[in-house]
């Protein structure tokens, strides 16, 4: 009996073990097949690979439940589960997901409407914030010198404060939007930057060259556009934290809640620098001592047929000082010792309610206010800026390829400071004026699919209270040879009235006057970009191209002389004209042993041309504007190991510098690079430790302070035979040298 059990037991159990069952599929990408996927069903032999169609087949899998995985070269990899039960053919149908930088992102920069990247007339550039934690920073300043053509630019040694450049173009012409609403311009141009964590980034988008037609002054030589995490797909609790051996702290820390039908997340960052570094011996702060808090928080309901209402709010306080290291808070405003101290206080709300009725109406605002408290060295700078902005636009599909954009945004600035930029009257009678200006406007744009051709039309209607009537057309056309080649050519006008304050920002330093020659009038600018993608897919690499020729021709541009006089900033329109012309490459590699390689490099002439008393044409290079910049990232995850690898780094060629007459200091800034290592490793339940080095070569300008001895200028005419005074200007890289850093990061979804 016991015989008759046991033959029986196996005979069964052979049985079961002999019956098998078969899988076909399709891998797609969006409705294209994808090529070349492996597919495979993890802990055994059995796998096969997508043929032209997407199409694939697994044969003779014994009954069982199994992990099956479908990779791809530049796109996630997907697991799930299934069970073979059945001798009936299981048939799956799978879609890839693109990894970031990638086409098919999803952007909203180029037309208000969420589209993929390829399906875009206009060249944008997308960044996740996976790129930006390869090499951690505080800020959203720090964080875009990953970016190629874009460089963060300190102009101030003591006080640290900056701007984004794009393509060799100062800061004014860059434009700062937030979730598309004109938050950092302005009065918080040069200090609002600084105070955007990374942790409350979803994505970033990048258009170089004008984007005025939608988004009007200030988008001149191009536009940031910073869209926030959403409270639906946030992680429930998420926190960052990794300090430096330069005693740098940086806390990060977001909650997500709903409430019946709304979806609430809420977002803190405390960055804190106390400590007094002061490597170059010049008895000057090396980087400015700061405390700074941020508080985000932001909402999105459920509505019907989904809707879009949301609104959020952001408060930024930040206090911040920079000079001689003996300098504390009983110094301020004095003439004994030398410090810029300013106190920064900024609010923000931002709204976006999809109107409801049948079209798709959309009622866009914002609300923001910045108030300094400074002082740079004896001179005081009391500011406060508030900016209101509504927009109400409408996109409609007029057929299956063409789409209509039409927009009424109105947008009030209110700015006030202790300066003569906001007094009228005479000498004997001067009056307190702020400046008001009113800036409604129109905009209609249009886009026509015609099968491998798109045309993107718009023109842009402002009436600005100071300035008159200014009108801002765009043209684009984007033409798909196939899915991974696509040509743009992009054309568009761009403006900027003009904003005396965020001119230059040493303007605000102690060092120089400030001096307007004439009634500065608005800068408006031409360009024209072409732009290639091309995509190679090979066994073991998956390779993205990117490259752009761009060109930029300015009028009435305003021009800051730091040289005529070396106490003065003398502002003029230029009698002439100014070019920003150049290339920029991308490449983006991914290989099948888990290695990834992001490269740029963008070759750039920024000049401009103007007369001289006997009428001839003088060339002046950009200053800060180096013709070749470059910047890198290699990745590597090491296999069964959860640790990954980021060696990232930028380089940068001479720039011309502000200098003063019989400088000593070389005129251009010498070849220089800096680079970082970090290594990541990942635990379970969302748990990330990492570490590294920034700065590896410990690179630091030399002489970026002018007589930093003497910064009242006191003793000027005590063994300086050129007449020297005090310039914090001098400046082309930070004054930070190498530094460790250690950090822990946690996601709970």
Known sequence: MKRLLIISFLVTNLYVFSQTGNIKGVVKHTKEPVEFAVIGLLNTNISSTTNNKGEFQLNEIPFGKYQLQISMIGFQTLKKTITINSSEILFISETLIPLENNLNEVVVSGTMQEISRSESAIPIEVLTPKLFLKNPTPSLFESLQMVNGVQPQLNCNVCNTGDIHINGMEGPYTMITIDGMPIVSGLSTVYGLSGIPNSLINRIEVVKGPASTLYGSEAVGGLINVITKSPNTAPKLSFDIFATSDQEYNFDLGLKQQIKKAHTLIGINYFNFNNIIDRNNDNFTDLTIQNRISLFNKWNFDRKENRIATIAGRFVYEDRWGGEKQWNKNFRG???????????????????????????????????????????????????????????????????????????????????????????????????????????????????????????????????????SILSPRLAFKYSLNENNIIRLSSGNGYRVVNLFTEDHAALTGAREVVVKANLKPEKSWNLNLNYVKNWIYKKVYITTDASIFYTYFSNKIIGDFITDPNKIIFDNLNGHAISQGISLNIDMAFTNSLKIIMGATYMDVYSIQKDSLNNNIKTPQLQAPKFSGNFTLSYTIPNSSIAIDYTGIIKSPMHLPIVPNDFRPEQSPWFTIQNIQITKKFKKGIEIYGGVKNIFDFRPENPILRPFDPFDKNITENNPYGYTFDPSYNYSSLQGRRFFLGIRYNLF
């Open 334 to 468: 004095t003439d004994s010792v030398y410090g810029e101290s300013i106190y920064t206080t900024r609010y923000e709300l931002i709204g976006n309610y999809q109107l409801p009725i049948k079209e798709k109406v959309f009622f866009q605002y914002s609300l923001n206010n910045h108030n300094q408290n400074s002082f740079y060295g004896t001179i005081p700078f009391m500011a406060n800026q508030t900016i209101a902005f509504a927009q109400l636009y409408w996109n409609k599909k007029i057929k299956e390829n063409f789409n209509l954009l039409v927009g009424t945004p109105f947008r009030y600035s209110l700015y006030d400071d202790n300066t003569v930029g906001t007094q009228k009257g005479d000498s004997l009678n001067i009056k307190n004026s702020p400046q008001q200006t009113y800036l409604p406007g129109l905009f209609i744009q249009s886009e026509y699919k015609l099968q491998k051709l798109t045309t993107l039309a718009g023109i842009r209607y402002d009436y600005n209270t100071i300035h008159g």
